[in-house]
């Protein structure tokens, strides 16, 4: 809402927006990577994609994205082909934090963050006091107020990931897409940028897209799961619903047993392996 500090979008319609898309065909060069794939993300709900390596999980946030061209089908944000949209509107709808971004050497946290006030400028619309508000509250959301005027090359890596989420925030967009923002964190930076999420997406109502490697943490963190292999998706559903031992075995390729976590009652995978027996966790087994 207009002048909100935590960063609310700005009025809009249809919020939270509806996206989706139908009949994708995604590739790059004389590769394709996703083929025929259709999708509908919850509204104001965390969505977690999963999968292998190279399986089109990055390829398909990509193209929720605006920021890859489908060679086949549409993407959808609110009823409309977002390739016919100005990029302004979609920068106003949709914010995307990219695997491992990089900023210019000596930039700021203040500077970075003010980058997502972008698509609200104009010639006719300078930086107003709603902008200021955006982005002091991105900074108190993501606790990086403190760290306002450090460089962001001089950050921990936990640090850093909160600065761009800030930038995100900033942006004010009611859909958020975050491709692997754990990478490279150690666990508790990790658990700490998830719970971040979790926040952003109960106190604004914002609609979450996640891209995670890890699958107990997309289990515990999600309330959509979607299970990718070799461009298309396997399942998808509400986790409990999701994740089994014959779906980790054949998206992952791996043997596993499937407990459940005494911490979040989510289910929880347990590797197998080849050095260690096959015994049942003591956990209940799924």
């Not at 989706?20 to 259709?38: C, E, F, N, P, S």
């Not at 399986?55 to 082909?81: F, N």
């Not at 930086?127 to 760290?147: F, K, N």
């Not at 014959?246 to 043997?255: G, I, R, S, W």
Request: proline share 7%; aromatic share 4%.
């Amino acid at each position: 809402m207009k002048g909100d500090p935590s960063g609310t979008p700005e009025p809009g319609p249809a919020y939270p927006p509806e996206l989706h898309a139908t009949g994708l065909r995604l590739g790059y060069d004389d590769r394709i990577v996703v083929d025929g794939l259709d999708l509908a993300v919850p509204a104001g709900r965390i969505t977690v994609i999963i999968g292998g390596n190279a399986c089109g999980k990055s390829t398909l946030l990509q193209s929720l994205a605006r920021l890859l061209t489908p060679r086949g089908g549409a993407v959808h944000l609110d009823g409309r082909s977002i390739h016919s949209m100005p990029t302004r509107q979609v920068a106003r709808r949709i914010g995307i934090l990219p695997q491992s971004p990089v900023a210019p050497a000596g930039l700021t946290v203040i500077d970075l963050v003010t980058r997502g006030r972008s698509p609200y400028q104009t010639w006719w619309r300078q930086w107003s006091a709603q902008d200021e508000q955006a982005v002091t509250g991105a900074l108190a959301a993501t606790g990086m107020r403190e760290h306002a005027n450090r460089p962001i090359d001089a950050l921990s890596g936990g640090q850093r990931q909160r600065a761009w989420i800030a930038m995100a925030i900033a942006q004010g967009t009611p859909v958020l897409l975050l491709d692997e923002p754990t990478t490279y964190l150690d666990l508790a930076h990790q658990i700490d940028v998830l719970d971040l999420v979790v926040d952003l997406n109960r106190r604004d109502g914002r609609t979450v897209v996640m891209v995670l490697h890890d699958i107990n943490q997309a289990a515990r963190y999600a309330d959509h799961l979607i299970a990718m292999k070799a461009g298309r998706i396997v399942a998808q559903g509400r986790p409990a619903e999701v994740v089994t031992a014959d779906l980790v075995e054949e998206v992952f390729d791996l043997d596993c047993r499937v407990g459940v976590c005494p911490v979040s009652d989510a289910p929880m995978i347990i590797p197998v392996g080849r050095h260690h027996g096959a015994r049942t966790p003591n956990l209940a087994v799924r």
